[in-house]
């Protein structure tokens, strides 16, 4: 794309999205919906404009009841600022390694290598920020941040050193991918410098949006080829490499029939052994995996179980990438999720009862535990979903039913305990200081009934809610207990996982 005015806008936008780090969201839906007007790519772009666009936004939204597809889409445009790229990074090569033989044999780049390239990209522009980069737009009062259509111009000196590192030299990338990823050695083959310098430019173009689409996919395109002089390439929103390379990487192996016929054939088998080697990392009394048996009178599998001193967890993982179409068809999402855990709950429900069933004395449960049978401990399910996603099943059956999700709650017993975790989340979660404490953390978060007084972007919200509030705070807790009899629901966003130091000056705020 040859347009001065279309890299100067890119380049707009992106400063608006680095200065107003609370209003990406807004920002990335405005440029998804505007990127392919004509407009955009001759007309210079104004902030005024992209106010009114988060005002309207904000007007259709109050007093209006909840809508799925836009909680969702909101959702994924947070997602970028809500996950560690460096923790991710390593989550997609532990999840899609299986693939990297079929990938060779059909001549397509490595999936490290399209990481490493997002790697490189996001961590040139990002890493070591001049000092006028930190001064972010800061809201003056609550009365500020709430309102959507508050978003400031930063100064020309911001401007213009957001746009040096935003724009990149397409040849001085590449060079530094090929040296990033060759051994220094003088004796090695100059074939493979080539070869190196092809697979580069075939991820970029992989990267980048060819502009001959009618709507921007924006998770599949972060990169914009800008022709001129040089040529350049433009990112106008950095947080988006690493942060949402599976979608990527999920486009990419769909491009392979024979690739794709291997993800498809052994994502079952992956994504359970990669769900079960996360369990035995978890510190409990035992972990039993694939436990099968005979029950009423049918034969049953859990896919685990993991037992701790008070209570047993049967875990069922469902492989499916519910997220493979995001965010193309966001309409199947809720369909899928409820179809998935409603047949993982039922998994659940049989391995328990054939459990709570063995009323013996000193049977297999005692063994199993070393010290107590089933009538003694609590006992419930976790169910992991492949992928990331953001949260869907929240555990207030009412949030969960105006959002259209309510149909698993129908589903569930009475007083049964079912938490809901993408293989991601249980990843970082095992990664926290606190997990010897994931017993205990489990019977919190399943123990209101469909009544959970919070609601987190992701299970790492629920996680840091009680580990840095509900648990270290006797009146915290009690509010928290009082909300839950009142059904009072308070959305979480917590400072562990997410940067809100330029939010300090609210708390004092009149």
Known sequence: MGSGTFRENLRYISSLGRYNTERRPVIRQYFANRISDS????EKLDVAEISEFASQKQTRAEGASPDFEEMFQESLL???EDINPQDFQGYLLFRYSHLEEPLSEQDGFAIYDLLSFEALLRDTILEEPEPVLSDLNRFESKEDYADLSNIDEPSKQFQQTWNRRVTLSRKEIIKSFVEGTLPDDPTFDPRRHQERIETA???LEFLSYSGDSSSLDFFSNPVFQVKGEEREIVVPFPEVLLTTAQYRIEEYVGQFKQVQAVENREKGGVVEELA????????SRNFVKEFE????????????LLFFQDSYWVAEVKSHPIFRKIPNRVELIKSRFTQKVTQAA???QNTLGYLDSLDDEFGLVYNLTGNKNSDEMDAGGMVILDGFLPTLYSGNERADQQLGMGEVHGHLAEHERIVVITLYDLYQLIQEDEGNLFDEYLLWRTGYEGNMPVWGFSEREYW?????NYRTNEEFRQGVEEAAEKD????YISARFNDKSHLDGLTNSE
Request: proline residues 10%; without cysteine; hydrophobic residues 40%.
């Open 39 to 42: 407009e955009f790519i001759h």
């Open 78 to 80: 947070t997602l970028p």
């Open 201 to 203: 430019q075939d991820i």
């Open 276 to 283: 079960q080697e996360l369990l035995q990392q978890i510190p």
């Open 293 to 304: 048996y005979i029950h009423d009178p049918n034969p049953g599998e859990a896919d685990g």
């Open 346 to 348: 039922d998994q659940i």
């Open 464 to 468: 840091a809610f009680y580990f840095d």
């Open 488 to 491: 009072i629901i308070t959305v």
